[in-house]
């Protein structure tokens, strides 16, 4: 990873992140590294003492660390938050590609399309009739953005997405590749011996500073609106059932699933591979662990940790899986009880026996 970050001195450095330099700040760097993959002239991120010394024993040119006293044959950068000033570095050296605004001679505009200043429509984009794309949004090539669908500013929705109609996108999101925002809910009635499709006539809002992964799958409500809150942050293979209504800055891992008419509060996490069930609430700030599963109709409490299936609070749930843990051992001491009173009981036997 080379570009503009070669023959940057430390002392450049320190001053886009706010760092001291403790050695020679006339040194320059080639590249920024990551701790596992060191190269040679680099400035490494390094937390805790095991990768600190990794780093002083590689060809890293300098390191960059939290604050506090240390005694390090490494040039230093010294900053309050070293993870953050490692993204603002990312962020300065290696920016996304700039793409030139403009309309490709495939794409295919319906009528009363609007788009704004500075945008970016891509080979074989389709939008259709009363869409509103915002100012320098960038839309990649082979998407698809239905009739009437409104997209804010600043956002980049990446190859091969599928925006069905009526749907609402705000500034500042990000879509990766092959999702899909407002196909219909798995909605179905048992009628005369088949399943009847319920009608969604509803539509997605996802609100601003969203990121959203690739083959991710968000259904439109049955009626009114699917709601994807400010800031929330979802993974690749995601699936957000109707009437969905997400809170602020949650964060959804892989494979969740999340069915219809769910409600969350503000700043909830999802772990991989949890499973919640419909018409759930989860208030703000709760926790749910890799794998959970969660009941229909359930309620769960803020600040709250989950785990296990069905979901438990952590306390109750580490109980559980300890007690279930012991049952081969509660069971060979019953056995061996049973075992001991056998043998009393014949014993027994023979001395009634024996009296008689």
């Known amino acids: 990873m080379k570009g503009k970050l070669m023959n940057s001195s430390l002392r450049d450095i320190a001053n886009l992140v706010q760092g001291i330099v403790i050695g020679n700040d006339t040194i320059t760097v080639s590249t920024l590294s990551p701790i596992d993959n060191i190269l040679p002239g680099a400035l490494v991120f390094a937390e805790g003492e095991d990768n600190i010394k990794l780093a ?17 044959p490494k040039p230093l950068i010294q900053v309050k938050n070293p993870f953050k000033a490692f993204i603002t570095l990312l962020n300065h050296f290696y920016p ?11 794409a295919v505009i319906g009528e009363e399309v609007q788009l704004g200043d500075e945008v970016y429509v891509g080979p074989f984009v389709v ?10 949004s960038v839309l990649k090539s082979h998407i698809h953005i239905g009739h009437n669908v409104v997209i804010g500013d600043h956002t980049t929705i990446h190859p091969q997405v599928t925006v069905y109609d009526n749907c609402r996108i705000g500034s500042n999101v990000t879509i990766h590749a092959s999702t899909v925002i407002g196909s219909d809910g798995f909605g179905y009635t048992f009628v005369d011996g088949q399943h009847l499709k319920v009608p969604h006539s509803g539509y997605v809002v996802i609100e601003n500073n969203v990121e959203i992964g690739a083959n ?3 259904d439109k409500a049955t009626l009114g609106a699917t709601v994807i809150g400010e800031g929330t942050k979802i993974d690749n293979l995601v699936q957000i059932a109707h009437s969905v209504k997400l809170g602020k800055h949650n964060i959804i891992c892989a494979f969740t699933g999340i069915a219809g008419s769910t409600t969350t509060g503000n700043n909830v996490i999802f772990a991989a591979n949890v499973g919640v069930s419909d018409h759930v609430h989860i208030e703000d700030e709760v926790i749910l662990g890799a794998r959970t599963g969660v009941p229909p109709h359930k309620l769960l409490k ?8 069905p979901a438990k609070p952590k306390d109750v749930a580490i109980k559980h ?11 060979k001491n019953i056995k061996s009880l049973t075992e001991q009173i056998a043998v009393i009981n014949k014993k027994l036997d023979i001395k009634e026996k024996e009296v008689e």
Do not use: M
């Open 56 to 72: 002083e024993h590689s060809e890293a040119a300098a390191i960059l660390i939290g604050q506090g006293t240390i005694d390090s």
């Open 96 to 106: 996304p590609q700039k793409i030139t605004s403009g309309i490709h001679p495939t």
């Open 127 to 136: 939008i259709e009739s009363g869409s509103i794309i915002g100012n320098h």
């Open 216 to 218: 991710t799958a968000i």
């Open 302 to 309: 803020k600040g709250t940790v989950y785990l296990g299936n």
């Open 321 to 331: 899986e300890l007690s279930v843990n012991r049952i081969p051992l509660i069971r």
